[in-house]
């Protein structure tokens, strides 16, 4: 078992009607920045209630935050902070309206520009980032429970990861918010979290504790996730899945197992700082393609451990089952809707030289480290292979 060390140190309020413990958490603060995506929240009477259980507070609004959350969203909310002297953020929505607001509290403080942060995270002045909470509206990125957001830079095609103290202090779970996501999004938000999973999981060595759960996450999802597709309303199964999501990128799944290079994760940020796809999506069809590249006579026993344990394949050799456990996520993935081809969401080779050379350049991960090692020719060919 290797070493590690565990921080969580967010507060998770899962449950129907969980908001009414808002007021509790947002007691010692007087002013607030709440930031939020496009309509939803008020669709579905998120704002409004917010606003009832808040109207004591001084609250300024920083809105449309977009998927694949902007630098210039954080820019704007650094700006809306200092004016009115916000004291704490409260972050309503899903992966990117957190992921952006953990970028404005790290900047609040930074006499820089907040892009500088995500280029070099070892700025960020972990003694003056800014309180964050948040109420969580798509159980996919599990930014609600980890340190770290995910940024995008259109000016430079750059999307990146920032990293530091930037834990939530409380999440705010209430699987109901989630009724309302739409087929996609549900789709993409699984594959996320199962992406996560395989970041962990799939790697050169386990250990007993860990790989169980793992595995138990990828079975819940692959439960789960066609019965929230089916029927919307269902509580069990959107709360199973919200459930997962805030495990999957809290760093237990890594508790003593061989370091990760994140390999897919890095990938797809390339192709969606270029073209802005829906990152779920991205990753369902870059993660089968990558295990395909991985698979050798070295590797054969780890997915077929995967393949027994998860999908309960038995019969065959340890290749043979293994590749029979790739074929199953590819088809699992595509029953959900999800596309299995780049070119389906209309990404085109132009830019794999230059994804791949960025990668291998900034990427927190090392690409030698993974399963299978990778340098600039096996991004290349995983990339090509899922045109």
Known sequence: MYPFELYLPTKLIFGKDSIEKLPEIMKPYKRILLTYGGGSIKKIGIYDKVKELLADKEI??????????KV??????????????????????????????????????????????????SRVDNEKVMPLADILTLAATGSEYDNSGVISNPATD???????????????????????????????????????????YLVKEGCTLTDGLCEAMLRTVIKNAPIAIKEPDNYEARAELMQAASFGCCGILADGMAPSAWVCHGIEHEISAYTDITHGAGLAVITPHWMRYSLNAETAPRFAQYGRNVWGIHEG??????????????????????????????????????????????WF?????????LDKAGILEILNASL
């Open 60 to 69: 300024t609004e920083l809105s449309g935050i977009a998927p694949n959350p």
């Open 72 to 121: 210039d969203s954080a820019r704007e909310g650094v700006k809306l902070a200092r004016e009115h002297k916000c004291e704490v953020i409260l972050a309503v929505g899903g992966g990117s309206v957190i992921d952006l607001s953990k970028l404005i509290s790290a900047a609040v403080a930074y006499d820089g520009d907040p892009w500088e942060l995500v280029q070099d995270p």
């Open 158 to 200: 750059e999307k990146m990861p920032i990293f530091g103290e930037l834990n939530p202090f409380a999440s705010i779970l209430d699987p109901t918010y989630t009724f309302s996501v739409s087929a996609f999004q549900t789709a993409a938000g699984s594959a996320d979290i199962m992406s996560h999973t395989f970041e962990s």
């Open 317 to 362: 050799s340890d290749i043979e089952i293994a590749s029979k456990a790739i074929d199953k996520t590819s088809e699992f993935f595509k029953s959900l809707g999800l596309p299995s081809t780049l070119s389906e969401m209309g990404v085109s080779a132009e830019h794999f030289e230059d994804m791949a050379d960025h990668v291998l350049k900034i």
């Open 365 to 373: 991960g090392d690409f030698k480290t993974a399963l299978r090692p």
